[in-house]
């Protein structure tokens, strides 16, 4: 396909379990992005990949967030143990070239939900 | 501090009104400064950016001017219209440029 997608869509899941969201990024894009979007609020950063190499994880939560990109194409944000403040929407980036500079295309985002 | 305040946070324009979206931001890692729209279940989308050499960018309706000295910058949609309704987020990068910190967004209506 020619943008970012993600799965699964939408995500239900009960307080403790855990979860892995997939992102498929535009091929050959150097940069990807995870960020966090709460209902009513912008993204929030969770962690820069430049290829394999996962630069920047300064925006995870806790450590019950781990997100890789082993081959530095499809990335995985992995959550253990959900906790309810976990709910929102998960968005993952990328972009061309290296760092921020450029134009960051977005998928359509998990939406997770923590009962 | 990685901080960028937008406002206002929501708006209502008349067809054919000029919207104005405003956003501060603190010390960041170099000047660039973009805006992204969302529609409902969508991921934002880049709308313009910017790299201010100089103090305004046009892209058809879409204008960003650039204030460095009072670290603010905006958003002016000329004759504004109802496909324009959507999420609009201003953003900044920081991190040694890694990182884009976004506003907390507006919410434009604009009336037929």
């Not at chain 1, 993204?43 to 997100?67: H, I, M, V």
């Not at chain 1, 309810?84 to 977005?106: H, I, K, M, N, P």
């Not at chain 2, 973009?34 to 790299?51: D, E, M, N, S, V």
């Not at chain 2, 907390?104 to 009336?111: F, M, Q």
Request: hydrophobic share 35%; glycine share 10%.
């Amino acid at each position: 396909g020619a943008g970012v997608s993600q799965s699964p869509r939408y995500k239900v899941a009960k307080r403790g379990q855990d979860v892995a969201l997939r992102c498929d990024p535009i091929s050959g894009h150097v940069s990807l992005f995870w960020y966090q979007q709460a209902l009513g609020q912008g993204p929030e950063f969770l962690t820069y990949f430049q290829n394999e190499a996962q630069l920047d994880k300064s925006g995870l939560p806790s450590d019950r967030f781990f997100a890789e990109r082993p081959e530095g194409s499809v990335s995985t944000l992995k959550i253990q143990r959900t906790q309810q403040e976990d709910s929102a929407v998960y968005l993952c980036a990328s972009l061309r070239t290296s760092g921020v500079l450029g134009e960051q295309f977005f998928g359509p985002g998990t939406r997770l939900t923590v009962l | 501090q990685q901080q960028v305040k937008q406002s206002p946070q929501s708006l209502i324009v008349q067809k054919g009104g000029i919207s104005i979206i405003n956003c501060a931001y603190e010390n960041t890692a170099f000047d660039y400064f973009p805006w992204y729209q969302q529609f409902p279940g969508k991921g934002p989308a880049l709308l313009i950016a910017i790299r201010p050499d100089v103090s305004e960018k046009k892209e058809g309706r879409f204008t960003i001017s650039f204030n460095k000295s009072a670290k603010q910058f905006s958003l002016h949609i000329m004759d504004s219209q109802p496909g324009d309704s959507a999420t609009y987020f201003c953003a900044a990068p920081y991190e040694y440029g890694n990182k884009l910190v976004f506003g907390a967004g507006t919410i434009l209506r604009v009336k037929s």
